[in-house]
């Protein structure tokens, strides 16, 4: 019986040794679980570094799911599958990768480094990009299996957090500007063309069949860095309206004070020829100043009375020491002629002769004046940024200063430049530096002409002031067809007042002030004569016109 129990007893001990090597597994875990031991149970999460296999493993699989365009299976093998599929859409789409391909190196540790070959397309341009870069396998801390540790870095070295790649244009396109005979214009050679040639590479490079600059690069908070250039870009061709010769002028006739500007423009069609500044700025008041135009906006005031029937070059008009209107207004330095004519008033610039006027003309006369027939105010395209004049409607003291070019005229020498040929030319011509041909804009148009009768005054006028009045001496010289205004504007918290001088000769016209130069005919004169004797022109058709207006004088 002994003998039979010990052999009952060993096939027991067997049954129960055999029944716990088939369901050890369940056992154990059915303990750690609390569960009855009959379910079942995935495996435990591993821990510890990656394996080399597992490192060597998860590189391939990610580098081969990048380079297969799946961004949805390589984020799937980071430990941030959100943050990796942005970036990694974003290096196809923002950085316009076609196609990438990888060649990986050896690990160290559960780093992995590896070389990228992409190829970049933006437009036309195609272009091989390489690059190296690295990876760390790091083990999931949820699911234990090993993944890639996700940083942007992994996409390029460069790309920190915030950061984005970029391909595209890095700047608008290079812009060789010409002048109207095709003569490079350079900063070197016309420093005042500083503000100028910026502006127009960024309105005109692409229409002047420039090609922009193409690039990768990573931008974000801190300043864009290029990683890769696609295309160096060429440069346009973009022809001016400028003349070299009279730019020439301009820059060397401003040169000789601390503060002047300078603008010429061809009268017959608005043709900007010359632009020039003293002070090289990134301001360009040649262009956008805003100031009182002094006496030279009795140009303006002198078409309105004219155009009005109140007033005619050969009709007696005194010319008092002060006149009041609002307020006291004189003379400089206290001179009138009380035999004068409406010409030789605005020969010898009197103030007080056009103040007389004040009572008799509505508000709003001198801004329809300036609007309609002068294109003052209007909006102006030319290619480049201006200031296009502003004349407000005013009444009391403001109305009778703005006769004068004080009061809130505001005025650039652009402006008067164009008051200028719009008598030579007997209509408004709207300046422009570019061809609006180019990109199709619209120049402004005035309402209305000078009626003919005007304008053959007013070139008499202007004239009679070139040769025997307050222009005289800065346009000694010129022959032809000329004619000019002087202006002295007074500005509050200055020694002396701004000089202004406008005029024509055949069908260029010009203007220049030069800010407490004093009395324009001494300090803006010159400058605008210079220009105009650098420019062409024309017949003396105006010399027999003048010689009745002195006459009947």
């Known amino acids: 019986m002994r003998t039979g129990a010990k052999i009952a007893t060993g096939v027991v001990v067997a049954a129960v040794v055999g029944a716990a090597g088939m369901g050890a597994y369940n056992l154990v875990d059915a303990v750690a679980s609390g569960g009855s031991g009959t379910g079942t149970q995935a495996a435990p999460v591993r821990t510890g570094p990656p394996t080399a296999d597992e490192t060597g493993k998860t590189a391939r699989d990610f580098l081969a799911a990048w380079a297969a365009g799946d961004t949805a299976k390589a984020a799937g093998l980071t430990d941030n599958a959100q943050a990796a599929t942005v970036t990694l859409t974003a290096y196809r789409e923002a950085a316009h990768v076609?196609?990438?391909?990888?060649?990986?190196?050896?690990?160290?540790?559960?780093?992995?480094?590896?070389?990228?070959?992409?190829?970049?397309?933006?437009?036309?341009?195609?272009?091989?990009?390489?690059?190296?870069?690295?990876?760390?396998?790091?083990?999931?801390?949820?699911?234990?299996?090993?993944?890639?540790?996700?940083?942007?870095?992994?996409?390029?070295?460069?790309?920190?957090?915030?950061?984005?790649?970029?391909?595209?244009?890095?700047?608008?396109?290079?812009?060789?500007?010409?002048d109207r005979s095709g003569v490079e214009l350079d900063v070197k050679n016309y420093p005042s063309l500083a503000s100028v040639l910026p502006e127009l590479r960024k309105r005109f490079g692409e229409k002047a069949g420039g090609e922009p600059a193409v690039a990768v690069r990573v931008e974000g908070a801190a300043e864009p860095k290029t990683l890769h250039v696609l295309s160096e870009g060429k440069p346009g061709k973009l022809r001016t309206t400028l003349d070299a010769g009279a730019q020439r002028a301009a820059e060397a006739a401003v040169s000789r004070h601390n503060d002047a500007s300078v603008v010429a423009v061809k009268a017959s069609t608005g043709e900007i020829l010359a632009i020039a500044n003293a002070k090289k700025t990134e301001f360009n008041p040649a262009l956008s100043g805003q100031t009182a135009p002094g006496s030279t906006m009795k140009v303006v005031t002198s078409a309105m009375l004219l155009e009005q029937g109140k007033a005619s070059p050969a009709k007696r008009l005194p010319c008092p020491k002060n006149a009041t209107y609002g307020m006291t207004f004189h003379n400089v330095e206290d001179s009138e002629n009380p035999n004068a004519t409406f010409a030789q008033d605005f020969a010898a610039s009197c103030n007080t002769a056009f103040i007389s006027f004040a009572g008799g003309l509505s508000d709003g006369a001198l801004a329809a004046e300036a609007r309609d027939v002068f294109g003052i105010g209007l909006d102006w395209k030319a290619g480049i940024g201006t200031f296009d004049g502003?004349?407000?409607?005013?009444?009391?003291?403001?109305?009778?200063?703005?006769?004068?070019?004080?009061?809130?005229?505001?005025?650039?020498?652009?402006?008067?430049?164009?008051?200028?040929?719009?008598?030579?030319?007997?209509?408004?011509?709207?300046?422009?530096?570019?061809?609006?041909?180019?990109?199709?804009?619209?120049?402004?148009?005035?309402?209305?002409?000078?009626?003919?009768?005007?304008?053959?005054?007013?070139?008499?006028?202007?004239?009679?002031?070139?040769?025997?009045?307050?222009?005289a001496r800065a346009m000694a010289g010129l022959g032809g067809d000329i004619g000019a205004k002087t202006g002295s504007a007074e500005v509050d918290g200055q020694t002396a007042p701004n000089g202004w001088f406008t005029a024509y000769r055949g069908d260029v016209a010009a203007a220049a002030v030069v800010p407490q130069g004093g009395h324009g005919g001494g300090s803006a004169g010159p400058v605008v004569a210079a220009v105009l004797r650098a420019g062409g022109h024309g017949g003396d058709s105006a010399g027999p016109i003048v010689a009745a207006v002195l006459r009947a004088g």
């Not at 870095?153 to 790309?159: I, M, N, S």
């Open 390 to 471: 502003s004349v407000p409607s005013d009444g009391g003291a403001g109305k009778a200063a703005a006769l004068i070019g004080q009061g809130r005229v505001q005025m650039s020498p652009l402006n008067m430049a164009s008051v200028a040929a719009t008598v030579r030319a007997g209509s408004f011509h709207q300046p422009y530096l570019v061809d609006p041909a180019l990109d199709g804009r619209q120049l402004a148009r005035a309402a209305r002409p000078l009626p003919d009768s005007v304008a053959r005054d007013l070139r008499a006028m202007m004239r009679l002031t070139a040769v025997s009045g307050t222009g």
């Open 98 to 178: 076609e196609k990438v391909t990888f060649k990986q190196g050896a690990a160290v540790g559960a780093k992995v480094p590896f070389s990228v070959t992409a190829e970049v397309a933006y437009g036309k341009q195609r272009s091989t990009w390489a690059y190296d870069s690295a990876l760390e396998v790091v083990r999931g801390r949820t699911t234990g299996k090993a993944l890639v540790g996700w940083q942007s870095t992994v996409v390029h070295p460069e790309l920190a957090a915030g950061r984005a790649l970029r391909t595209g244009a890095t700047e608008a396109p290079k812009v060789v500007a010409v």
